[in-house]
């Protein structure tokens, strides 16, 4: 019997094939060798997926360094605070409530300095108002009788906590006492619950502050002695960066315009026969849109600088407002860039005789209005005032009044070409038609050209109103104080020669 079920497995089918060739059919698999094939696709996948996400995580952390430094500092101030939990001196001095320590730490630690003291300080504040507050409801309400004690109590929890939600929705408030507010709730509606029922209220409420303080004074030391991320640093390089890209978005206008003056028009930009060298240009002239996303972030990084102390270059009143300012200007500029593009993917192409005639002009508008941006971002760097950057601007009004005068000449002679063809009524209505709309292409352009540098001009004005207010080194004062060292210096070497 075996051997005939050994003979019936090794039996192979057979089909013949209408041109006499044959194929062997093979059996399908069994139900376990399937189940094993999907089950070890499955764990396959799997390992494939994590593989990739650890991938994504290590360059993550290569990119910025600087996130992987704040895990680390988290996990220390865990740690330490921990101790207050596992250590028995440390755990009867604060009692059963060391857990809420460890709560603020989880809650409040932020990737900013910044950030880090303004949830420290409004967990802090917000939690010492509310406790006092309970704490006074709590007497009054139990200097009042077991009837009255419940009514005042929720009466005082619907006033309160409605008031501080409603503060929320205050923008002001909201932007910077958000968090306060939401703790001041949490807090005065546990007190004033759990006082009902808890008789040592006071004790309950004083070894909760103490652990929120210590857990909110751990953060703020670890995130300004352990590496610090400064939010104030980081707009400061945002604004600098946003500067840069909108110069280099300039500066690739102006390689357009070479490519019009040559052989080539707007759409070669964006439908083929780009050449290495013009597709790096692409790349560098749509480098404006990433400005184009970032009111959000300068906000958010501007309300937290403000609450961190003096640093590097930066003073403890800093105008962190005024950064908003120039990013809302550079974004203005940025967004008449986003315009000018929508005008180089215009199918219509312009006469070379317009192409000569506003083609130069534009070239200067470019050129200078790239150079003002870079002196700006400059500025902002050094940290110091610029003695060239009204040169710079007027010789870029100067462009762009060229440019108009330019612009005042092709409208008049076109006027007079169609007027000429009015009376001589040799081109018809159709034929007429593509000139002029190669003319709004190319008009456009250059209209454009001069809204960015009008627009440059306000970036202009609020980098200056931020050199007043930071009090920027003056450059004339920088060259005098040079001058003073090295003479000082001469003078010393000079006694010592005498010497």
């Known amino acids: 019997m075996a051997r005939q079920k050994e003979v019936f497995n090794a039996v192979e089918w057979k089909i013949r094939v209408a041109d006499g060739s044959s ?13 094993w094939l999907g089950v070890k696709n499955m764990i396959g996948g799997l390992v494939l997926k994590v593989w990739r ?37 440390l755990y009867e001095g604060v009692g059963g409530n060391s857990m809420w320590a460890i709560m603020t730490v989880v809650v409040v630690f932020e990737n900013t300095v910044g950030a880090t003291i303004a949830k420290c300080l ?36 619907f006033l309160l906590a409605s008031a501080a939600t409603f503060s929320r929705f205050i923008p002001t408030f909201k932007a910077r006492f958000d968090y306060g507010a939401l ?23 004083h ?29 400061y390089n945002l604004i600098i960066r946003n500067m840069d890209k909108l110069a280099n978005s300039i500066d690739g206008t102006f390689a357009i315009i070479c490519w019009i003056l040559g052989y080539t028009f707007f759409r070669t930009l964006q439908y083929g026969g780009l050449t290495d060298c013009e597709e790096e240009a692409q790349k560098v002239f749509l480098g404006y849109k990433c400005v184009l996303n970032t009111k959000a972030t300068e906000e958010s990084m501007a309300n937290f600088a403000r609450w961190e102390p003096a640093h590097g270059h930066f003073n403890f009143r800093h105008p962190w407002k005024q950064y908003l300012k120039v990013g ?10 986003e315009a000018l593009n929508a005008c180089i993917n215009s199918e219509n192409q312009a006469s070379e005789f317009i192409k000569k005639l506003l083609g130069n002009t534009c070239l200067r508008v470019s050129s ?19 003695s060239t950057i009204d040169l710079l601007v007027e010789e870029m009004n100067a462009a762009v ?36 709309m190669g003319m709004i292409s190319m008009v456009s352009f250059a209209s454009f050209q001069i809204e960015i540098a009008s627009r440059i001009e306000s970036i202009v004005e609020a980098v200056e109103e931020l050199a007043n207010l930071a009090e920027f080194e003056h450059p004339e004062k920088n060259k005098q104080n040079q001058a003073n060292i090295k003479v000082a210096a001469n003078e010393q070497n000079d006694e010592e020669t005498k010497v």
Request: proline content about 3%; hydrophobic content about 45%.
């Open 53 to 89: 996400f650890l991938e994504k995580a290590w360059d993550l952390g290569v990119d910025d360094p600087r996130k992987v430094i704040h895990c680390l500092k988290v996990g220390i101030a865990l740690t330490v605070v921990s101790l207050f939990y596992y250590t028995r001196p």
């Open 401 to 436: 009044k060229e440019l108009k005068d330019d612009l005042k000449s092709l409208s008049l002679s076109e006027a007079g070409t169609s007027e000429n063809k009015r009376t001589e009524k040799i081109s018809s209505k159709p034929a007429a038609a593509i000139p002029l």
């Open 183 to 205: 703790i001041f709730i949490l807090t005065f509606s546990l007190v004033t619950v759990s006082g009902y029922r808890v008789d040592k209220l006071f004790n309950m409420a």
């Open 207 to 235: 070894q909760r502050i103490s652990t929120i303080v210590i857990g909110t004074s751990l953060c703020i030391l670890v995130s300004m002695l352990i590496r610090p991320i400064w939010a104030g640093k980081d707009l």
């Open 23 to 35: 194929e062997t059919l093979v059996p399908e698999a069994g139900l376990a060798s399937r189940l």
């Open 328 to 337: 809302a200007a550079v974004r203005r500029c940025a967004y008449c860039i």
């Open 122 to 157: 409004n967990r802090v504040f917000g939690t010492l108002l509310a406790g006092f507050l309970a704490l006074g409801v709590h007497w009054i309400a139990s200097q009042s009788g077991e009837k009255l004690e419940p009514l005042i109590a929720g009466a005082s929890l």
């Open 368 to 386: 200078n209005s790239s150079s003002v941006v870079k002196e700006l971002a400059k500025i902002i760097k050094t940290m110091k005032k610029s």
